[in-house]
């Protein structure tokens, strides 16, 4: 899948991984359309990378079918996700507990119907913002990981979805397999480990190994829609030192 001039939607894409996934993918001639809430942070990217965008709450239903279906995105990438609110679970309220779960997958199942359900074109791909929280856990972001683990699934269950109705769009997670400085989640990750270990952020990051910036994430991702080794695959790690590696392949 050659990005040049293909329409991708991406939400969340004003800052952090996601800025670092519009820029690639403008980078290899794709046209794209940004979705996210700050108007000034859409106004900003629309003027740097002359992309198209839209102001809107990704957890809003109607809003996800209106865009999909005014767009007819080649690609969809979910990307938008809130910062979760880091603590020990013994210190976490229910609301802190689920914020991750109100937002990133209650966005995920409502863009994940609209695919489905307008649907798009076959051919498309769906791409799920995942995490590596969501093999091993995350135990002071109380439910990240779990969260980060449904989207992964829904990514699964929505392949099975499109097999059954025969629409021919692939579902594909995306899986960060370290934090990233610079960005919402990463910067609160790395606060709260590192102040649980006595040491600071930079130095707890740097436990990752080679950093994967936001723009070489968007690199990442971009090989994974491009190379044709990775069309089938169900879910990819990503990561600075080893790259792109396939942690689950397609259930076909």
């Known amino acids: 899948m050659s990005l040049k001039d293909m329409d991708v939607v991406v939400t969340g894409g004003s800052r952090g991984l996601g800025l670092g996934l519009v820029e690639a993918l403008v980078a290899h001639g794709a046209r794209v359309t940004v979705v996210a809430r700050d108007a000034d942070a859409l106004a900003s990217v629309r003027a740097r990378l002359g992309v198209a965008t839209i102001s809107a709450d990704v957890t809003d239903e109607t809003a996800a079918h209106r865009i999909l279906a005014e767009v007819r995105p080649d690609i969809l990438a979910l990307n938008a996700g809130a910062k979760p609110r880091m603590g020990r679970l013994d210190q976490l309220s229910w609301a802190d507990f689920t914020a991750t779960w109100e937002t990133d997958v209650k966005a995920g199942l409502y863009w994940l119907q609209a695919a489905l359900n307008l649907p798009l074109k076959p051919g498309s791909r769906v791409l799920v913002g995942s995490s590596g929280a969501a093999q091993n856990g995350s135990p002071l972001s109380g439910g990240y990981g779990g969260a980060k683990r449904m989207l992964w699934f829904m990514a699964k269950y929505a392949n099975g979805v499109s ?40 130095e707890f990051l740097e436990r990752f190994g080679v950093p994967m910036p936001p723009r070489e994430f968007g690199e990442k991702v971009a090989s994974v829609l491009d190379d044709p080794q990775y069309a089938e695959g169900l879910a990819f790690g990503l990561k600075g030192d080893t790259g792109i590696t396939m942690l689950e392949g397609a259930t076909a």
């Open 163 to 202: 097999e059954q109705k025969g629409l021919g769009i692939r579902f594909q997670a995306i899986v960060p397999l370290q934090m990233v400085g610079g960005t919402g989640v990463g910067d609160a990750g790395a606060s709260a480990y590192a102040r649980a270990m006595g040491i600071e952020p930079a």
